[in-house]
């Protein structure tokens, strides 16, 4: 990901403002997804050292077109269809449609001392569609992140960049999966549904050599393209025109997983979303801190002298609405090609960027367990109304 000074608006986006259906959760609801349960699940899932957790596979080095990035794949791969936390149904398939998009580019340099510049990419995408619909007539909240790393510095792994957004996507799913075969067994709905969810792990977004228009966001570039050309389930008939058209929503993280991020809202047309993040937030922190003892509570707000502490900066949450719009287009990342094609972003990256960006200190030492919780609390309740899994849940 890097920083860009000028940035070309070369698309009209789409219609901005379109009605947003998304239901809020009950109290009941939201405190059982932020149960014990939930957060010790995360906690063993992003631990470093947990080899069967969804991180710790992720936390190594992974370019493109190595054995090493075929690994992590395969990771994510048995995630979608092993995973014994996602929904199998009787033929004993999860419901997740795995797919991968490979493809070869040419690249500057090679990602690997004597490689080839023509480099093989490949990005996953894995759906889940309500039953019985045609692929046209269904939006898709599309969940992303990269998963390959930086060639430089040698040894870096970018826990941040972004293996733990990887693994907080999935962790969101295992919480989520059986509201959503719930949901859509229940019949209430029968017909109506047209919500979609899907993940889209994209390789090659880092520059290998240096960040240019053609040297950085690899598998971004070919996957906006190759889903824009695809068209052969969407067509007159159906409320989407393409595979690109049915995503409703391109929620993309990157550089998380450090304490106290602040996350401007980027886009006008999603800042309806980023006021619902930091809704959520307050909400969480307010749940967590009821469930505390009144000592514990007490005892937080004294330093260590016993004195009453100021309020702590971190406190006034992550989702600031100061200063918003402001960087908008102006960060390269994967979301860009989707954005010149229209389709509405949510851009979730801290600015500034970690203090850990692109060097060789990115690693799961920086990462910090409270923050990564907290953000598989509050994306796990977003998704969940997003998804409206009201009723669904418990
Ligand atoms: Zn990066």
């Not at 470093?48 to 794949?73: F, M």
């Not at 199998?88 to 340099?109: A, R």
């Not at 047209?194 to 598998?219: C, F, H, M, N, P």
């Not at 003892?293 to 309020?311: F, I, L, P, Q, Y």
């Amino acid at each position: 990901m890097m920083l860009r000074t000028l940035h070309k608006l070369t698309a009209v986006l789409a219609a901005a403002g379109a009605a947003q259906a998304y239901k809020l959760l009950a109290p009941e609801e939201l405190q059982h997804l932020l149960s014990e349960e939930y957060s010790t699940a995360a906690r063993q899932n992003f631990d470093p050292k947990n080899t069967t957790g969804l991180l710790a596979p992720i936390l190594r080095v992974r370019l493109p077109g190595t054995k090493e990035s075929a690994e992590v794949r395969a990771h994510f791969r048995d995630f979608f269809t092993q995973s014994p936390t996602l929904a199998h149904g009787s033929d004993g398939s999860s419901g997740w449609q795995v797919e991968e998009d490979s493809f070869y580019d040419i690249t500057p340099v090679p990602p690997v001392p004597g490689g080839d510049l023509n480099v093989s990419f490949t990005n996953l995408a894995a759906v889940r569609d309500p039953p019985d619909t045609r692929p046209g007539d269904v939006g898709r909240l599309t969940l992303v992140a990269h998963y390959d790393s930086k060639r430089e510095p040698a040894g870096f792994i970018g826990a941040t960049d972004s293996a733990f957004p990887c693994a907080l996507i999935l962790q969101v799913l295992a919480n989520l999966d059986a509201a959503l075969t719930r949901k859509w067994q229940s019949g209430a709905d029968d017909g109506k549904h047209t919500r979609g969810l899907q993940v889209l792990l994209l390789d090659g977004e880092e520059a290998l050599k240096d960040w240019t228009a053609t040297d950085s966001i690899y598998g971004a570039r070919h996957m906006a393209r190759t889903w824009d050309e695809q068209t052969g389930d969407y067509g007159v008939t159906t409320q989407r025109k393409s595979r690109l058209d049915a995503i409703d929503l391109f929620l993309l993280l990157d550089l998380l997983g450090t304490p106290a991020p602040n996350i401007p809202s980027y886009y006008k047309h999603t800042d309806w979303a980023h006021v619902h993040l930091g809704r959520l937030q307050r909400l969480i922190r307010g749940e967590n801190t009821a469930a505390k003892t009144k000592d514990a509570r007490d005892d937080e707000k004294k330093d260590s002298n016993g004195k009453e502490k100021g309020v702590d900066k971190a406190e006034e949450g992550w989702f600031a609405r100061p200063g918003k719009f402001l960087m908008g287009g102006r960060i390269g990342d994967d979301h860009l090609p989707f954005h010149n094609f229209g389709v509405p972003i949510l851009h979730l990256i801290p600015m500034p960027f970690p203090h850990v960006w692109h060097t060789i200190d990115d690693d799961s030492d920086h990462l910090d367990m409270p923050t990564m919780v907290e953000w598989a609390q509050i994306m796990t309740v977003f998704v969940a109304e997003y998804m409206e899994l009201s009723g669904y849940l418990v």
